[in-house]
């Protein structure tokens, strides 16, 4: 695999589609089966290979901090209880001192700024950006299968899924010069097409192995779709110098940043767990009614 050992995480969002939960609690604490949905970001960074994981936050996040750092009361007390599952499970939560960094974005100026104030902390080497948004069940970590991918094609990758042409709007999408395998190589990229106008239908998601040179291009750009400075445009900026390729990755992938997405990623958890499916299964099967058949 390739040396990619740093990451970004954007989570500056308020989250406002989970209010009133979000109104005192991070998007990315929203308890997914149990673990929060940050877990799984860097659960699959770790798998990855990364070992530097860049937070980039904004005011009331502090509980993103919070949870990596050690409980020494909680776990005194688990330990004098003799709750070693409990104690093992906090012990996944825990980063080694000076893997974390920290960035504010003060205002919400979009993806690729966020994405830029991480400049001086990724310095001049390749990176990923996961979105912890975009959760991905797969046996293998979407980054993982990224990282093995790079060190092959190189310059910039972005994770892709098929979608029907009518979804093309709510995503970025690729213009695909040729196809290779589970790589797409692009001529560029287009953010949220009209439907009759998409390129093709390979949608980007929330996983990106980017070259050092984006954060040339990001302060170059001006503000793009909604006012933001839109990281789809830096790398389309960057192509000369780096290129980009989609990336198809084995797995599923759920949005959580809307209700529906994360209520189907919480059934799909759930069921993997077998302390849990056998339950959950029975109590879902009374409750959804079956489709009706076509006559």
Do not use: W
Not at 61 to 73: C, I, M, P, R
Not at 108 to 125: I, Q, W
Not at 146 to 174: D, N
Request: aromatic content about 6%.
């Amino acid at each position: 695999m390739t040396n990619i050992r740093k990451a970004v995480f954007p989570v500056a969002g308020m989250g406002t589609r989970f209010l009133p939960a979000t109104k005192s609690i991070p998007k990315e604490m929203l308890p997914l089966v149990d673990r929060p949905l940050i877990q799984y970001a860097v659960d699959e960074a770790r798998e990855a290979g990364i070992k530097e994981f860049i937070f980039v936050t904004a005011a009331g996040k502090g509980a993103l901090e919070d949870y990596f750092d050690t409980a020494a009361a909680l776990e005194n007390t688990l330990e004098m209880r003799g709750k070693t599952a409990a104690l093992e499970a906090i012990a996944r939560t825990q980063m080694p001192e000076g893997a974390l960094s920290f960035v504010r974005q003060s205002k919400p100026l979009g993806l690729g700024h966020a994405v830029g104030l991480a400049a001086r902390l990724v310095g001049d080497e390749p990176f990923a950006v996961l979105l912890p948004d975009d959760v991905i069940r797969a046996p293998r970590g979407a980054l993982r299968q990224m990282v093995e991918a790079h060190a092959v094609s190189r310059g910039h990758m972005v994770a892709t899924m098929k979608v029907a042409r009518e979804q093309t709007s709510s995503y970025g999408i690729l213009d695909v010069a040729r196809e290779a395998g589970k790589l797409a190589h692009a001529r560029g990229m287009v953010e949220k097409p009209d439907p009759a106008l998409a390129p093709s239908t390979h949608a980007v998601v929330g996983r990106y192995i980017l070259e050092p040179s984006i954060f040339e291009a990001l302060g170059a750009i001006c503000p793009g779709a909604g006012g933001e400075l839109q990281l789809t445009d830096a790398i389309n900026a960057d192509l000369p110098s780096a290129g980009v390729t989609g990336f198809r990755f084995d797995g599923e992938r759920f949005d959580c940043g809307s209700v529906q997405g994360f209520v189907q990623a919480t059934a799909a958890f759930a069921l993997d767990r077998p302390e849990l499916s056998h339950e959950l299964s029975g109590f879902l099967a009374g409750r959804v009614a079956p489709v009706p058949q076509a006559a």
